[in-house]
C-alpha cells in the first residue's frame, strides 16, 4: 500500500545565493514509513534539513519493488527534477527508468555505484564506524559480557553496522549473538528475537532496520540499554537508548545538488561517514554514561575519523 | 547445542512459542468456525491490522488496555458485518471480498497510524497474570502460567470452540450449512442468519488476535501482521477444521519459529545460512500440512455462496 504524502518543505534559506539552487522539485520513494524512526525517516529529516527551496513529495510503504518503480516513473513524468530512490532494492528499476529521463537527476542508495548511469547519483553510509563506536561502548557497559544483535536481512547497511559493532564489542572483551530475523519489517519477530538474546544472558542490545521498535520495547520490560542506528532512538525510551548513529544525508545531498546545479547530473558515488559529518554518534543524555566510557567513544570517533582505527568491515 | 537443553533456555523457547502462537490461535479459531460455515475469509490479516491500530490508539490515548481489548473487539464485530453482508446478502465471492477486505485493513489502518500517530510510540504492553500454584511449577509454570490474560483465552478458546461446534445446536447448523446448505434450509435452518453469526464470531476473534498482537508488543507499525492473517487460513487446513488441530498448527508454527530464533541467538545456526533458517517455520508446517491434511475433506461448501434460486 503506497503512502503518499505531499509535504511543503524546507523554508529557510530561500534566498538563491544562500542555497545555490533556486526553487527545487524532489520527491522520495522509500520502502517503509517516512516517520519509522529509521532507514526511511533519515532520508526524509535530511531533505527537509537542506538550506533550499524544496517542494518535496514522498511515496513511502512501497515494500513491493514494483510499486516503487511505478512512483520513480511517475514522478519522473509529471517533471519532479530530482527523485531519491532510497532503497538497495530499487537499483534495477532505476536502471530501466533513469535513462529515459536524462533531465531527471535520480539519487539512489543505499549503492556503491552508479550503475554507469550519468543522471544517477548513488549513496551509501559507512554503517560500519557507528556501528564500531556503539559497540566500543556496549562492551564497556556490559556486566555479563554478553550482547545481544537484532537485525533484518544480511544485507546492505544492516550488515556494515553490525559487523563493525561486532569488530569493536569483541575487541572490548564481549560475546556477540547476533540474530538476522529475515525481514526488516515484522516487529514481532524482532521482539523475540530480542527475548532469546536474552535468556542467553545477554545485558545490552543493538539492532537495526525499521523492526527494531518490537526489540527496543523488550529491553524497555527488562531494563536493558538499547544502542540505536539510522535514525535517533531514545524516543522508543528516553532512558535505556544509550546512543544512536543517525544518518545526516543532507551533506552529500547539498553536494550532489550543488554539481546538478553546475550541469552534472549524476555519475558519481557519495558515503556520509564520521569523517565528513554524515554520521553522527548522538548521545542520549538521559542515560547516564560515566565519563570514561565516554572518552572512550570519542577515541574511537577520533581513531575512525584519522584511520587508525580499522572498524573490520 | 548443549547450550540449548539448559532448563532457562527451554523455558524460554517454549514461553516464546506461547507468545508467537497466540494471536495466530485467536485468528485460527475464528476462521474455523467461519470456514466450518462455508464462509473463507482471506480478509483476516485486514481485521487484525485494524483491530490492532485501534487497539494500539485506544491506549495511546487512554492508557486503558481493557477498554483496547474491547475496542478491538469493536473493530472485529463491524468488521464481521461488512463481511457479512458482503458475502451473505450479497453473495459475493468469498476469495475476492476477503483480499478486498485486506486491502481495506492494509491502508486504513497505515493511513489512521499517520494522521493520528506519525512516529512509533510505544505503549504500555498486557501484563502476565501468574496463575497461583500452577505458575510455579518447574520448566511449564513460566510458559504455561505466567502470561496475559488474552493468552488465556485464545487458550481456553480451544475447548470451548469444540463444544459449540459439536455439543450445541447452533454448532449443528454451523456443520451443516457448511456440507450441505440446501439441506439445512429444507429443515428449516437459517443458512444466511448461521452464516452471519459465525462470521461475527469469526472476525470477533481476529479482532482480538490483532489485539494480543499489538498489545504484547507495545507498539504499532504499518503492516505490522507481516500477513499472519494468511498463515491463520492457513493453518485452519492444517488443524483440518477442528480447534484441537488448530492450537496444535499454531504452537508448533510458534514453537519452530522461537526455536530458530533461539539457534540463531547461540550460534547453533550460522549467520551464513541465517535467511534460510528463517523459512523453517513455513516448510515445516508445509510438510505437516501435506502430511497430515490429505485424510481430512474440508466443509464440501467451502466458499459457495448459497442461494434458494
Not at chain 1, 155 to 179: K, L, M, P, R
Not at chain 2, 201 to 222: H, R, Y
Amino acid at each position: 500500500m503506497l503512502g503518499v504524502l505531499a509535504l511543503g518543505a524546507a523554508a529557510c534559506g530561500s534566498d538563491d545565493s544562500s542555497g545555490g539552487g533556486g526553487a527545487l522539485t524532489m520527491a522520495i520513494v522509500a520502502p517503509s514509513a517516512s516517520d519509522d524512526l529509521a532507514f526511511s525517516q533519515s532520508m526524509v529529516d535530511s531533505v527537509n534539513a537542506l538550506e533550499r527551496d524544496i517542494t518535496l513529495q514522498v511515496t513511502d510503504g512501497t515494500f513491493i519493488v514494483e510499486d516503487a518503480a511505478a512512483a520513480i516513473r511517475g514522478y519522473a513524468e509529471d517533471g519532479v527534477d530530482v527523485i531519491v530512490a532510497h532503497g538497495t532494492q530499487f537499483g534495477a528499476s532505476l536502471a530501466e527508468i533513469a535513462p529515459d529521463f536524462p533531465d531527471t537527476t535520480f539519487i539512489w542508495g543505499t549503492a556503491t555505484d552508479t550503475q554507469g548511469l550519468d543522471n544517477v547519483f548513488a549513496y551509501a553510509p559507512a554503517a560500519d564506524e557507528g556501528g564500531y563506536v556503539n559497540g566500543v561502548v556496549a562492551a564497556a557497559i556490559s556486566e555479563t559480557g554478553v550482547i545481544g544483535v537484532v537485525g533484518p536481512v544480511e544485507a546492505g547497511d544492516a550488515v556494515a553496522y553490525i559487523n563493525g559493532f561486532v569488530t569493536a564489542a569483541e575487541a572490548g572483551g564481549a560475546t556477540v549473538n547476533v540474530t538476522y530475523t529475515g525481514s526488516f519489517g515484522d516487529v514481532a519477530l524482532a521482539a523475540e528475537a530480542a527475548e532469546a538474546h536474552l535468556a542467553n544472558n545477554a545485558d545490552v542490545l543493538t539492532g537495526t532496520a525499521q523492526m527494531v521498535v518490537g526489540a527496543v520495547g523488550v529491553a524497555s520490560d527488562a531494563g536493558v540499554p538499547w544502542f540505536g542506528t539510522q535514525s535517533n532512538q531514545t524516543s522508543l525510551d528516553p532512558n535505556l537508548v544509550v546512543a544512536s548513529q543517525v544518518y545526516h544525508w543532507e551533506f552529500i545531498l547539498e553536494e550532489m545538488l550543488e554539481l546538478r546545479d553546475n550541469g552534472t547530473k549524476g555519475g558519481q558515488a557519495f558515503e556520509i561517514n564520521l569523517a565528513n559529518g554524515g554520521l553522527i554518534i548522538e548521545f542520549n543524555d538521559g542515560f547516564d554514561l560515566s565519563d570514561d566510557v565516554k572518552a572512550a567513544a570519542e577515541a574511537a570517533i577520533e581513531g575512525i575519523k584519522d584511520g587508525s582505527i580499522d572498524t573490520g568491515a | 547445542m548443549s547450550d540449548f537443553f539448559t532448563s532457562s533456555v527451554l523455558v524460554a523457547t517454549f514461553a516464546s512459542a506461547i507468545r508467537l502462537a497466540t494471536p495466530y490461535l485467536l485468528a485460527s479459531l475464528g476462521e474455523t468456525i467461519g470456514q466450518r460455515s462455508g464462509v473463507l475469509n482471506l480478509g483476516v490479516d485486514g481485521v487484525m491490522l485494524l483491530s490492532a491500530f485501534f487497539s494500539y490508539w485506544t491506549v495511546l490515548e487512554t492508557g486503558n488496555l481493557w477498554l483496547a481489548v474491547v475496542v478491538a473487539l469493536a473493530v472485529g464485530i463491524i468488521m464481521g458485518v461488512l463481511y457479512g453482508v458482503i458475502t451473505v446478502f450479497f453473495e459475493a465471492t468469498q476469495g475476492i471480498s476477503g483480499i478486498g477486505i485486506f486491502i481495506f485493513g492494509l491502508g486504513f489502518s497505515d493511513l489512521m497510524f499517520r494522521q493520528q500517530v506519525g512516529t512509533p510510540k510505544p505503549v504500555q504492553r498486557l501484563p502476565s497474570v501468574e496463575i497461583p500454584a500452577l505458575a510455579d511449577i518447574p520448566y511449564i509454570g513460566e510458559p504455561l502460567f505466567q502470561r496475559s490474560l488474552l493468552t488465556y483465552l485464545a487458550f481456553a478458546l480451544v475447548p470451548l470452540t469444540f463444544l459449540l461446534l459439536n455439543k450445541t445446536t447452533f454448532g449443528l447448523n454451523i456443520r451443516s450449512v457448511g456440507e450441505n446448505p440446501q439441506a439445512a434450509d429444507s429443515l428449516g435452518v437459517s443458512v444466511e442468519r448461521t452464516r452471519f453469526a459465525a462470521i461475527m464470531i469469526g472476525n470477533s476473534l481476529a479482532g482480538l488476535a490483532g489485539a494480543a498482537l499489538v498489545l504484547q508488543l507495545g507498539i504499532f507499525q504499518p503492516n505490522l501482521t507481516q500477513g499472519m492473517g494468511f498463515i491463520a487460513v492457513a493453518l485452519v487446513y492444517f488443524g483440518a477444521w477442528r480447534p484441537l488441530g488448530v492450537m496444535g498448527g499454531a504452537l508448533l508454527y510458534g514453537l519452530v519459529n522461537a526455536t530458530v530464533l533461539q539457534w540463531k541467538s547461540l550460534g547453533i545456526i550460522p549467520v551464513s545460512i541465517s535467511d534460510l533458517a528463517g523459512m523453517a517455520p513455513a516448510i515445516v508446517t508445509i510438510g505437516a500440512l501435506i502430511l497430515l491434511a490429505r485424510r481430512v475433506n474440508a466443509p464440501s461448501a467451502l466458499t459457495k455462496p448459497f442461494s434458494r434460486h
